[in-house]
């Protein structure tokens, strides 16, 4: 039996382990891919106090070696229920099951897919959710990224320092991420931005081939290698019956991290708020462990 049993080792859920490990719980996390979460995709963090520049993956192994020489068990598996069995709760992976006192959701969100057909078909063959992962295979080539947010930003950005041609397909014609990221991209000759547009087909039988691009004016189809989808992210959580979520999904929690739910506790960019940063993640992480552990000693905690 576990005190906290923590689902998903990005920057809250394992910042929520170094906090419950050092108040002493029995702690266990489960993570269905690798640590570090959506970090692990970003090569150069500038914003995370006392670490003027980190890349992702270093800065997520530096947490998660900080909660493993703490204690913290790792399990590598895919939580896929939560049962509420009141003072306890059953948390079942794809493999196996594990019994805890208190729950931690902090599974943050999964990127969000145009949803057209072909898109899944072709993921990995032309297709792709991450430029740092893939970006090199479409060295001298030409590839299109879709999405107006700062994450479309940076991919361009990092993109067009390795293709021949990028086009940068927005829906509307504002962006709605960092203007100097836009400046500094519109200054590049191998960039040309299609805005007012949307991704209509994805066309291709073994690989990506071609995309169709509606705009008010015109419907058109682009030759492209590569397109880069960055159109955001969304949340997951619906393995716990009767946890209350917004209208979008994310859990209805507020700055206490606590849920409707008993001895559940939500952390990082899963649950309603409004700015999505690693440093809110990591805050998440140290509320909602403080939160499990006053739970679990009856609501008493000494804070320091
Ligand atoms: P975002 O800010 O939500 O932007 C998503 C973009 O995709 C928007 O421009 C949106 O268009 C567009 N979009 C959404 N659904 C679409 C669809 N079905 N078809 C076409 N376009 C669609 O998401 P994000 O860029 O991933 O950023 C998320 C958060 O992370 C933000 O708070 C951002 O500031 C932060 N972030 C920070 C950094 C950093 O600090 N280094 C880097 C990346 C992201 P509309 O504009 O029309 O809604």
Same mark, same amino acid.
């Given at each position: 039996?576990?005190?906290?049993?923590?689902?998903?080792?990005?920057?809250?859920?394992?910042?929520?382990?170094?906090?419950?490990?050092?108040?002493?719980?029995?702690?266990?996390?489960?993570?269905?891919?690798?640590?570090?979460?959506?970090?692990?995709?970003? !090569?150069?963090?500038? &914003?995370?106090?006392? @670490? =003027?520049?980190?890349?992702?993956?270093?800065?997520?192994?530096?947490?998660?070696?900080? /909660?493993?020489?703490?204690?913290?068990?790792?399990? $590598?598996?895919?939580?896929?229920?939560?049962?509420?069995?009141?003072?306890? +709760?059953?948390?079942?992976?794809?493999?196996?099951?594990?019994?805890?006192?208190?729950?931690?959701?902090?599974?943050?969100?999964?990127?969000?897919? *145009?949803? !057209? @057909?072909?898109?899944?078909?072709?993921?990995?063959?032309?297709? =792709?959710?991450?430029?740092?992962?893939?970006?090199?295979?479409?060295?001298?080539?030409?590839?299109?990224?879709?999405?107006?947010?700062? =994450?479309?930003?940076? @991919?361009?950005?990092?993109?067009?320092?390795?293709?021949? +041609?990028?086009?940068?397909?927005?829906?509307?014609?504002?962006?709605?991420?960092?203007?100097?990221?836009?400046?500094? *991209?519109?200054?590049?000759?191998?960039?040309?931005?299609?805005?007012?547009? &949307?991704?209509? +087909?994805?066309?291709?039988?073994?690989?990506?081939?071609?995309?169709?691009?509606?705009?008010?004016?015109?419907?058109?189809?682009?030759?492209?290698?590569? !397109?880069?989808?960055?159109?955001?992210?969304?949340?997951?959580?619906? $393995?716990?019956?009767?946890?209350?979520?917004?209208?979008?999904?994310?859990?209805?929690?507020?700055?206490?991290? +606590?849920? &409707?739910?008993?001895?559940? $506790?939500?952390?990082?960019?899963?649950?309603?708020?409004?700015?999505?940063?690693?440093?809110?993640?990591? /805050?998440?992480? /140290?509320?909602?462990?403080?939160?499990?552990?006053?739970?679990?000693?009856?609501?008493?905690?000494?804070?320091?």
């Amino acid at each position: 039996m576990y005190d906290c049993l923590i689902i998903g080792a990005g920057p809250a859920g394992l910042t929520a382990a170094i906090y419950a490990r050092r108040a002493n719980k029995k702690v266990l996390v489960l993570e269905s891919t690798t640590y570090g979460g959506q970090i692990i995709n970003t !090569l150069d963090i500038e &914003n995370y106090p006392a @670490e =003027s520049k980190i890349s992702g993956i270093d800065l997520a192994k530096k947490m998660y070696e900080q /909660a493993r020489s703490l204690g913290a068990d790792f399990e $590598f598996e895919k939580a896929v229920e939560i049962v509420d069995n009141g003072e306890t +709760k059953l948390v079942k992976t794809e493999d196996d099951e594990y019994e805890a006192k208190t729950v931690i959701i902090a599974t943050g969100t999964e990127t969000r897919k *145009l949803g !057209l @057909e072909n898109e899944d078909k072709l993921t990995g063959r032309g297709v =792709s959710y991450c430029a740092t992962c893939d970006g090199n295979f479409y060295k001298g080539k030409t590839v299109a990224v879709a999405g107006g947010g700062s =994450s479309a930003l940076y @991919e361009a950005s990092y993109l067009s320092d390795i293709v021949k +041609k990028l086009y940068l397909i927005h829906r509307r014609s504002e962006f709605r991420g960092e203007e100097k990221l836009v400046h500094e *991209l519109e200054k590049k000759a191998n960039v040309e931005f299609v805005l007012g547009a &949307n991704i209509t +087909k994805i066309i291709g039988e073994k690989k990506l081939e071609k995309i169709e691009i509606t705009s008010e004016k015109d419907v058109k189809t682009l030759d492209v290698d590569g !397109l880069f989808v960055a159109i955001g992210r969304e949340p997951k959580n619906d $393995f716990l019956k009767g946890l209350k979520l917004d209208d979008s999904g994310y859990v209805a929690a507020s700055e206490d991290c +606590k849920t &409707n739910i008993a001895g559940v $506790f939500v952390a990082g960019d899963n649950r309603v708020k409004q700015t999505r940063q690693i440093v809110t993640a990591t /805050a998440d992480g /140290a509320v909602a462990a403080t939160a499990a552990i006053k739970y679990l000693n009856g609501g008493y905690y000494a804070t320091h």
